[in-house]
């Protein structure tokens, strides 16, 4: 109810007005925010996964723009010592209207990337991309093993398989580095948990199957919950800091982000930047029921 409400609101309000609430999880419109942003946590002690905005595009074409943005992006990286990987979506590549096209404008990102040290990190996006995204990290890991990653989601049904599926092709000399995340998309019952409490437990069981199989594991949520559980698992699995980091999304809780850094675990924040953030800072706004209560103030005070 409230999530739809948010939604609807949101799209009938001026861009400048959602621009308002979506700047705290965005680094800003131009590559330098993102630079910017990325000094100051990198001065913290914390590493960033810098993303050029946008997703789904309707043609082909649309993707030549966002592969200069990333080429430009990795050439910030490197001249300005970030301690920073990339992320990307394959769907602003073409991933739903022509895989061969999209595989091979991010191998072009991921080649300029591994040439300057750089690892990029497949984002997952809707149900409809999970089999084509894990056949084309399939293909660039064969060829680009550590510079390559794969976001997996915690509430889809079948991850746990998507993990083992993997663990057939993880090389010890490069653990495959998974993301594992609750998973932000809508998806129907019939693939997807629901509760909070199966997502957990997925989660949980998901990140323990991680440890115990050699992959590098990105532990990424801003629940408490899973952070105490996943603290534990390293804990009994005696996982060294080399093993794993905690990731977190810009904006979002930086008081657990720093309880973490002060007890010396790895953590990386996601940084997003660019025009295209309207998609994005929906999504972010939905799942903060508080923004409601704001949102309404605005409206009110803008009259
Ligand atoms: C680094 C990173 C990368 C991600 N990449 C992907 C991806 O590729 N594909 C994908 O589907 N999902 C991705 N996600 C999103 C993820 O799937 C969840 O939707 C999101 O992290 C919220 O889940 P949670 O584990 O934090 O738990 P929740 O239970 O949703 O949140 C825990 C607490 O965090 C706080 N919180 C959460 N969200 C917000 C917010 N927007 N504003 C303010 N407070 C908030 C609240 O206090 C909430 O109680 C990513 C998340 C992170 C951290």
Redesign the pocket.
């Known amino acids: 109810m409230l999530n739809k409400l948010i939604a609807d609101m949101v799209s009938v309000m001026p861009e400048n007005l959602v621009w308002l609430f979506s700047k705290r999880?965005i680094a800003g419109k131009t590559l330098e925010d993102a630079v910017n942003v990325t000094l100051q946590l990198n001065g913290q002690g914390i590493y960033a996964?810098i993303d050029v905005l946008g997703e789904y595009i309707k043609q082909t074409s649309e993707a030549l723009d966002y592969k200069e943005g990333y080429i430009k992006t990795i050439d910030a990286v490197k001249n300005n010592s970030l301690k920073a990987t990339l992320s990307l979506k394959p769907s602003m590549f073409g991933l739903l209207l022509d895989y061969e096209f999209c595989y091979k404008q991010i191998r072009d990102v991921i080649q300029r990337a591994k040439e300057a040290g750089i690892s990029i990190c497949l984002?997952?996006?809707d149900s409809s991309c999970t089999d084509i995204e894990l056949n084309l990290f399939e293909q660039l890991y064969l060829e680009f093993p550590g510079t390559v990653s794969l976001?997996l989601?915690a509430y889809l049904h079948r991850t746990l398989n998507d993990l083992k599926r993997l663990q057939k092709i993880n090389k010890p000399e490069y653990p495959i580095n998974v993301?594992i995340?609750?998973?932000?998309?809508i998806e129907p019952e019939s693939i997807a948990f629901r509760k909070?409490q199966e997502i957990n437990r997925n989660y949980k069981l998901c990140l323990e199957f991680m440890m115990f199989n050699h992959f590098y594991c990105s532990i990424?949520?801003?629940?408490e919950q899973?952070v105490n559980s996943a603290l534990e698992l390293i804990k009994q699995n005696n996982l060294d800091t080399s093993r794993y980091e905690f990731?977190?999304?810009y904006?979002?809780?930086p008081e657990l982000r720093h309880k973490l850094v002060e007890l010396n675990h790895p953590m990386r924040v996601?940084v997003p930047y660019g025009t295209h953030w309207f998609g994005y800072s929906t999504r972010?706004l939905k799942?903060?029921p508080r923004m409601v209560t704001h949102i309404i103030k605005a409206l009110i005070v803008r009259g």
Do not use: S
Request: aromatic share 10%; proline share 0%; hydrophobic share 30%.
């Open positions: 999880y996964t984002d997952m996006e976001v989601q993301r995340c609750k998973g932000i998309y909070k990424a949520t801003h629940d899973l990731q977190m999304l904006g979002v809780r996601y972010r799942e903060n």
